[in-house]
Structures are given as C-alpha cells and as structure tokens.
C-alpha cells in the first residue's frame, strides 16, 4: 500500500508525515523506517525508529533512488512501514510523470513484503500526474 502526501510547500507535510511516522512506532509489530535528504528532518522521530539519510549516500536520482528503497526491503525483511519526505529534493527529478515507473514498483514491492509506504511530493492536486491520484488518502 502507498499513500501520498501532497501540497504545495510550506503546506506541513513533513510535520504529517513525522506524526504520522510516530504513530506507526507506537504500534508497528515490525520495523519502522524514515527516508528523508536531511538529518534536520528527523528531529522529533521516536528513536525506535530507522532514518536514514540520503545525502550520505549517491541516490540522486528517480532510478537510483528506486534500487535504494529495493535494497532497504531486500536487507530487511522485518521492515512493517517505509515514510519518504520530500522525493523531489531527494531525487533532484521535480517533473512528476518521471515517477510512473518507480511508484509501480514500489506498489508490487511493497504488495509483495507486506510494507506499507508514505511518502510526500510538493505539489498542488492540480499539478499531480494522475497516476499519482490512485495514492491519496
């Protein structure tokens, strides 16, 4: 399952999705991971909680990224939630039908390992592609 958290910047999406990260390590069975490009964007993250950074690794790109998020689940099969702030900062990659293929993949591997995934773009409803509006919760 993907859920998509949209809005133009500024909007409060990474204060959602750190709630909403939160909220799952109260309750998660599993493991629990936060992937944002800042280690600024993990202050208030339960500390059972796994974030991991990506500027400290070489994932700037829509492909690289995908094969990154792969690996996170091929490592570890304990891992219960995925939540991704800002795919367009981490990416570099800002046009959004770039993303097709990596959110299908990231459907049929997250189906197939029973990991749930949240993640947030900066964009208006409008200017999501509308393969995207299949993710809104």
């Avoid at 999705?17 to 992937?35: P, Q, R, T």
């Avoid at 891992?79 to 459907?107: P, Q, S, V, W």
């Amino acid at each position: 399952m993907i859920k998509l958290i949209y809005g133009p910047k500024g909007f409060g999406k990474t204060k959602i999705i750190k709630d909403n990260v939160n909220a799952a390590a109260k309750d998660a069975k599993g493991n629990v991971v936060f992937i944002t490009d800042e280690k600024l964007y993990s202050v208030d993250i339960d500390l059972n909680v796994k974030c991991v950074f990506t500027e400290e690794y070489d994932v700037a790109s829509v492909t690289a990224f995908a094969g990154f998020v792969q690996g996170l689940i091929a490592g570890n099969s304990d891992i219960e939630h995925i939540f991704i702030d800002g795919i367009k900062r981490i990416t570099g990659e800002r046009n959004l039908d770039a993303y097709e293929e990596f959110f299908a993949d990231l459907e049929k591997i997250a189906k197939e390992n029973d990991v749930k995934v949240e993640l947030t773009v900066s964009a208006t409803k409008e200017e999501l592609p509308k393969f995207m509006h299949a993710y809104i919760a």
